[in-house]
């Protein structure tokens, strides 16, 4: 398998792999399983995730990206090195450049860090943009164009808010508050409403299946199993979309701020720009039930959801590395 260049969506939730010409060829969720006492790496991506909360005491299972930076350096370089190794196969002649998402509000010493981990699973070369601007390629957006474009993209750890103009971020942030929050949320409601135990992988499901950013007319729901606090027994109970609107209400808020800031920061003539062309939102969690009715109603800007928002910042790397000298404007460190 001849691989020359790979682009990496390196996220706390989910690692996207695109291959220009090929797409998105790897998306698994960014989890490794460690063996404790000899510190070996057992699994990594989907293998790894069905070991959360399964595990026995010898074996760890748990996320090496904390908020979209990296928490643990020397298994965030296995993880990479299992999914460069995935798509260029281990036996490979020539070693593939190599293009990695980061957030908005990354330091340099965050970035330096998955420069050096990069470099270290196998690459030839490792540039790092920054996730709004890989966004804002993958969602179709000219950002070279002298017009301003609002991104929000909010993924598994960070929501990053930016607006583009000229191939450079003009004001962004970029906020602890995403997908996994949103999920702790909704654990800590039933907790506490319902003295039930439920795990992070329920809150996900209750969230995809019913949770919504708004009220709404048809009340959903769905029947949840999880242990009673009380009597440490299974119990089963019935929960409506109303209570998951208010139980993460908080945590959008954060989101809304974020937005409002952004935009208070941005320039007028692209304030006007913004106004005329809307807010696109990408990345896993802007898939929640309407949230761009939440960022309209609170903003008074139109929002769209980007087509295969999953996918937008993937596909930006791709697009990226097929036309570097189009954006190394966009480009903040490489090696």
Known sequence: MFVKKIGIDLGTANTLVFVPGKGVVINEPSVVAVATEDNKVLAVGADARQMIGKTPDTIIAYRPMKDGVIADYRVTEAMLRYFIDKTTGRFRIFKPEVMVSVPAGVTSTERRAVVEATMNAGAKAAYVVKEPVLAAIGAGIPINEPRGHMIVDIG???????????????????????????????????????????????????????????????????????????????????????????????????????????????????????????????????????????VFQETGVVAHIAEDSLLCVAKGTGIALEHLDIYKKSITSKR
């Open 156 to 294: 598994g750890g960070t929501t990053d808010v930016a607006v583009i103009s000229l191939g450079g971020i003009v004001a962004s942030t970029s906020v602890k508050v995403a997908g996994n929050k949103l999920d702790r949320a909704i654990a800590e409601y039933i907790k506490k409403n319902y003295n039930l135990a439920i795990g992070d992988m329920t809150a996900e499901d209750v969230k995809i299946k019913i949770g919504s950013a708004v009220p709404i007319d048809e009340n959903l729901s769905m029947q949840i199993k999880g242990r009673d606090l009380m009597t440490g027994l299974p119990r089963v109970i019935e929960i409506v979309s109303q209570e998951i609107t208010e139980a993460i209400s908080y945590e959008l808020d954060e989101i809304i701020r974020a937005i409002k800031k952004v935009l208070q920061d941005t320039p007028p003539e692209l304030s006007a720009d913004i106004m005329e062309h809307g807010i696109v939102m990408s990345g896993g969690s802007s898939l929640l039930r309407n949230i761009d009715e939440l």
